[in-house]
């Protein structure tokens, strides 16, 4: 009797072993970060009153966040997030962040130049981008699909969102999955959560 429980049992091992193989190996080859999509084509002046564009990022991974100078609510915090996040990786020649303004009419090479030093942004690859204000919000709406907009009601003048995306040596916008295997897209800037989960996908891109 024994014998016959002995090979039962084997039996159904060796079944669920072989129905569960191809689950694992789509579960192994799974990739960690989902492809969003490719950074759209840029081009503006950062705080060095040099010229940034895509190619100013090959072959690192950096993040992107919409913001400005003068910004009394959440920026502050987001800036704050991302200075952590520089700090993680001080002196990692392939990271980077590209902080574009919503407010360029204001937001002059010398005023962020003056606003990264206030804000301790050292890291020679963190670049504070200013321009044409119609290419930037195309770039943020559209590009990005994170929401900017001028807006008389809103604190400092402006609406915008506090979402970070992040971005792989190719160019490609990269988020994680959450819990129902959807891409969560873009990182939440003023959540302390979300930043240890944005620092550990930058680890895995590096």
């Known amino acids: 009797m024994k014998n016959y429980t002995y090979v039962w049992v084997s039996f159904i091992i060796l079944i669920f072993g072989i129905w569960s193989v191809p689950k694992i190996v789509a579960y ?7 492809v969003i ?13 040099k010229t940034i ?21 959440i920026c502050p915090i987001m ?20 902080s574009f303004s919503i407010n360029p009419l204001y937001d002059t090479p010398q005023v962020l130049k003056e606003y990264a030093k206030a804000n301790k942004i050292t890291n ?10 119609d290419a930037i919000y195309n770039l ?6 994170l929401y900017v907009a001028e807006s008389a009601e ?6 915008h969102s506090g979402y ?14 959450d819990s129902f295997e959807n891409p969560i897209v873009f990182y939440n800037g003023l959540d302390d959560k979300e930043i240890i989960k944005l620092k550990d996908d930058i680890k895995k891109l590096l």
């Open 28 to 34: 192994l080859s799974k990739p960690d970060l989902a």
């Open 37 to 49: 999509g490719k950074v759209p084509d840029f081009s503006f002046t950062n705080q060095n009153e």
């Open 53 to 73: 564009n895509n190619a100013s990022y090959k072959g690192k991974v950096y993040v992107v966040e919409f913001f400005f100078s003068t910004c009394p609510s």
């Open 79 to 98: 800036t704050g997030n991302m200075v952590k996040i520089q700090d993680e990786f001080f002196g990692h020649p392939n990271f980077g962040v590209a």
């Open 124 to 133: 020679p690859n963190w670049n504070l981008l200013t321009g044409d204000i």
């Open 140 to 145: 943020a709406n559209k590009g990005f699909s």
């Open 154 to 159: 809103a604190e400092g003048g402006f609406e």
């Open 164 to 177: 970070f995306a992040l971005i792989d040596k190719e160019g490609n916008i990269r988020s994680r999955y």
